[in-house]
């Protein structure tokens, strides 16, 4: 090998992984510039490259009237801080989104991934106090989305934002209707569960409402009713082949509230003991070894 030759060939394979991971954007002309891409700022895409090899990288604004090609590489540290954030992370993944939401319906665009990752991070935020409906986030994602899966983890957070928001109606209805179409497991097992957490919400409401519903001929069928609809979409979520970890883990904690409430405290400890046995490390699974310190195991009885 000349040495030219194999000077040229050290020169690929130092480049190489930075080709293989650099976003690349063309312009009208066929001109093309590679660097990491930061996003959409009012009508520019602000892109950071590096012309000179050892020198800081300089920022460029690139109208977005002259792009015609957008090629996304993968971006490690940013995957890995969305992985990793926090709800007091929210700022920063929230400009992120912001930075990024123009982009997408772009093939290959982080922008769904950001996105979901801020919608479902706004979700764990309202119990802290701190409440921005992640809804018009999470239907942009869900009718923009290039991906069918990204889109039908956005109608997961979708069906997950209209109960947060009490929209119970409209998450029933499009519960109900994603149930009778062809999707995949996540989003089935979302509905599935979306439907026994409002048939739930109706048991307890009933129950409240009749106290003395076992001793009523008249609303004793219509609660055992309620009971068996809100199981069935509990533990039809649950059980489902394939299901996500933290879905099945949310249905079988709404399930250990069913029995709790009915007073079946055998099928409550059942159920608890599943969670806490195959979701160890989900927070429902510590309210069931909560529950569970709090209810010993003794002989009793079912009760429905």
Known sequence: MTAPLARGLAALLVLLPMMIFADMVTLSGGERKTGRI?????????????????LPAV?????????????????SKRDEFLRNAAPPQLPEVKLLWERFAPLVSVQGS???????????????????????????????????????????????????????DSQWARAETEAGAICKTECGTPLLAEARLTNGILQAAKLVHFTEANPRWREDDFARPERDRMHEAALDGLLGAALLPGVPGDVAARALCRALDVYALAGDRVRAREVAGDLAAFYAETLEAKAALNWLSKNPERAESNSK
């Not at 930061?38 to 050892?54: A, I, K, N, R």
């Not at 920022?59 to 971006?75: N, V």
């Open 59 to 75: 920022e460029l604004r690139l109208p977005k009237s002259r792009l015609t090609a957008i090629e996304f590489g993968e971006d």
């Open 110 to 164: 982080p922008s769904a991934r950001i996105g979901l990752r801020y919608g479902l991070l706004l979700l764990e935020a309202k119990g802290a106090g701190v409440w921005e409906a992640p809804l018009a986030l999470f239907q942009k994602i869900a009718t923009g989305a290039p991906t069918p899966a990204e889109r039908e983890a956005a109608a997961q957070g979708v069906l997950r934002s209209l109960l947060a």
């Open 38 to 54: 930061l996003g959409v700022e009012e009508d520019v895409l602000l892109l950071s490259t590096q012309p000179v090899p050892g």
